[in-house]
């Protein structure tokens, strides 16, 4: 590690600048519009609310393994003690930024909790339980007190360990003090092991338990795989975006581009390769309680869905993204993140959306505007969060390493 800072060009823009202001804007006022009308839609159903907190818990869910992704990427790299990836962390470290503002979206998510009725979750439900012996077994964990001070504790966990990052990250720029790489680095290992830990039993809380019945051991590593790719596509966008209007052109190379290819390549078939295990063991033993949760996806217009999830969701962005050249074309592989953060939101409509029941599919303008205004509240809190800073870790002591890596 030296401690030489590199200086960029002297017209190198690495801040928002005078695009804060609009973007937050837009973000703010289409996020608005966006929810209204969901919150709208959902009143008008006349359901109790099933069909849009379903449709709430898709967004948020999808939303949040951005943020979540995002994490996870910073502490690799200081885990690693990367150098390549200097200039594109800071990315990262925004992504995972909202964390406070995401902790606030997920309180429509309890209003459900002291509703009559199962209205998200059958375990609520107290008559239910008491006439069920597997949901009663399980009650000492599903219960509504245990679920929000699980849930306090995940939230507590995931700002404490963004802020850590970004703070010490930006005040870094100004001091280019290599003790705080140091202490960020002796960190990572226990922010890894707290991240593992509580996105898994967040995944089981939030997700898992629409169908209480059903477990599976894998479900919180197949719901990070995909949080992963989300974020990493989010990157890259990020990065092509800021590029497109001028900033950060230096500092974020093709040699970037590639590696974030690789990763996303990576992830994309650890993501396939953990939904293929939880399937083929379900599908090799055929037990009942197990295979109840894969019967209403292969029936119907879930059967369509599953299949699409297979070819496009895997198949297609495997071909499209494992050769060397759409990795080192921007554009390209702008084109394959947009792909798979559609896929990741079809994915994460897969996992929640068939507990609502019901014979058709259930998508349509509610689902569009929830995640749109989700969406758009997240990305509004990742311009706040990147306003006035540096768009890239100025004062890490590897920065001339990143800025002159090369792929082999």
């Known amino acids: 590690m030296t401690t030489d800072q590199h200086h960029l060009p002297s017209d190198e823009q690495t801040r928002l600048g005078s695009l804060t202001n609009p973007a937050f804007l837009a973000c703010v006022i289409l996020g608005a519009v966006a929810l209204l009308t969901g919150f709208v839609l959902g009143g008008l159903q006349g359901d109790q609310g099933r069909y849009f907190f379903h449709a709430y818990l898709t967004s948020y869910a999808f939303v949040l393994s951005i943020a979540l992704g995002g994490l996870f990427f910073t502490a690799l790299q200081h885990v690693s003690r990367a150098g390549w990836s200097v200039t594109v962390r800071r990315l990262a470290e925004l992504l995972a930024a909202p964390m406070p503002w995401l902790a606030m979206l997920f309180l429509p998510l309890l209003v459900p909790l002291f509703l009559d009725g199962h209205v998200l979750y059958e375990w609520t439900d107290a008559e239910l339980v008491a006439a069920d012996p597997i949901l009663a077994g399980k009650a000492p964990y599903l219960n509504v007190p245990a679920f929000i001070l699980r849930a306090v504790v995940y939230f507590a966990v995931w700002i404490w360990l963004s802020r850590f990052f970004l703070r010490l990250s930006v ?238």
């Open 171 to 408: 005040a870094q720029d100004s001091s280019a003090d290599p003790a705080l790489t140091l202490r960020m680095e002796r960190l990572s290992p226990l922010a890894l092991i707290l991240f593992a830990f509580t996105v898994t039993f967040a995944s089981f809380d939030w997700i898992m338990s629409l169908t209480p019945h059903w477990f599976s051991t894998i479900f919180g590593v197949y719901y990070f795989s995909g949080a992963v790719v989300a974020a990493l596509s989010m990157m890259i966008l990020a990065a092509w975006g800021l590029q497109a209007t001028g900033r950060l052109r230096n500092a974020i190379t093709v040699e970037h581009y590639h590696d974030l290819g690789k990763l996303l390549f990576a992830f994309l078939f650890f993501w396939g390769y953990i939904a293929f295990s939880q399937y083929m063991l379900i599908w090799y033993a055929n037990i009942p309680e197990e295979t109840a949760w894969y019967l209403p996806r292969q029936t119907g217009s879930w059967r369509t869905v599953s299949l699409v999830l297979l070819i496009g969701g895997l198949l297609v962005p495997f071909v499209g993204l494992i050769s060397r050249v759409p990795k080192r074309n921007k554009s390209m592989l702008a084109f394959w993140a947009v792909w798979l953060m559609v896929a990741h939101w079809l994915d994460v409509f897969y996992l929640v959306m068939p507990s609502f029941g019901g014979e058709r599919l259930p998508l349509g303008l509610i689902d569009v505007a929830l995640t749109v205004g989700l969406t758009s509240v997240y990305l509004a809190a990742v311009v706040a969060a990147a306003s006035g800073r540096e768009l890239v870790a100025r004062g890490d002591p590897r920065l001339d390493e990143s800025l002159a890596f090369e792929n082999l």
